[in-house]
């Protein structure tokens, strides 16, 4: 864990240092512009690695939350995953240079994606059991109106980071649970 942050992949800072001594061991006759080119593709298999490991499938389609760098400014948007399988988070735009996936210090998924404009931040999260269209599209109008709140998101969906850490037997604080309107007028 770094900074408060289980990091599934990423191709962001990879550090030659860090590959070139079995690099060098594996293939003495590539140069080393090759090499770096082979920590590239092999740090990309991975990727591949990480998507069979989180090959998981939720009961709901997965809702991915955007704050976009473009060229204009930041925009908010979003997006479903209607498959919900995890898996199916790690893949990020054909602009995008540089993407890393972690889960942080909520339980939450996200990934920071890089690309010539700015870099995107995107939160995973699936709708929770029992929640309805309605209350679907009306989290999704304020997403597109730019004022859903925290409080909104979590309303309506879960973390995946509980999921994703029975997959790699980390593990991340408990969610604390929202005390129901029932339950504070029976206090």
Same mark, same amino acid.
């Given at each position: 864990m770094t900074e408060n942050?289980?990091?599934?992949?990423?191709?962001?800072?990879?550090?030659?240092?860090?590959?070139? *001594?079995?690099?060098?061991?594996?293939?003495? &006759?590539?140069?080393? %512009? $090759? /090499?770096? *080119?082979?920590?590239?593709?092999?740090?990309? &298999?991975?990727?591949? %690695? $990480? /998507?069979?490991?989180?090959?998981?499938?939720?009961?709901?389609?997965?809702?991915?939350?955007?704050?976009?760098?473009?060229?204009?400014?930041r925009r908010m948007g979003y997006k479903e995953i209607v498959s919900g399988k995890i898996s199916d988070c790690l893949y990020s735009g054909r602009d995008d240079l540089y993407s890393t996936w972690y889960v942080d210090r909520l339980g939450d998924l996200r990934c920071e994606a890089v690309h010539h404009d700015g870099t995107n931040h995107y939160l995973y999260r699936t709708y929770k059991d029992g929640v309805s269209e309605s209350q679907i599209e009306l989290l999704k109008e304020k997403l597109y109106r730019g004022i859903a709140t925290r409080a909104d998101i979590t309303r309506i969906t879960r973390r995946l980071g509980d999921d994703i850490a029975k997959v790699y037997g980390f593990s991340i604080p408990r969610q604390r649970q929202a005390v129901s309107m029932d339950e504070r007028d029976c206090r």
């Open positions: 942050k289980h990091i599934i992949w990423s191709n962001n800072d990879l550090n030659y240092e860090d590959w070139q *001594a079995d690099l060098e061991a594996e293939y003495p &006759d590539l140069s080393e %512009d $090759e /090499r770096v *080119a082979l920590m590239y593709e092999i740090n990309g &298999d991975y990727l591949d %690695d $990480e /998507r069979a490991n989180l090959n998981v499938q939720l009961s709901r389609p997965i809702l991915v939350i955007g704050d976009l760098g473009l060229w204009n400014g």
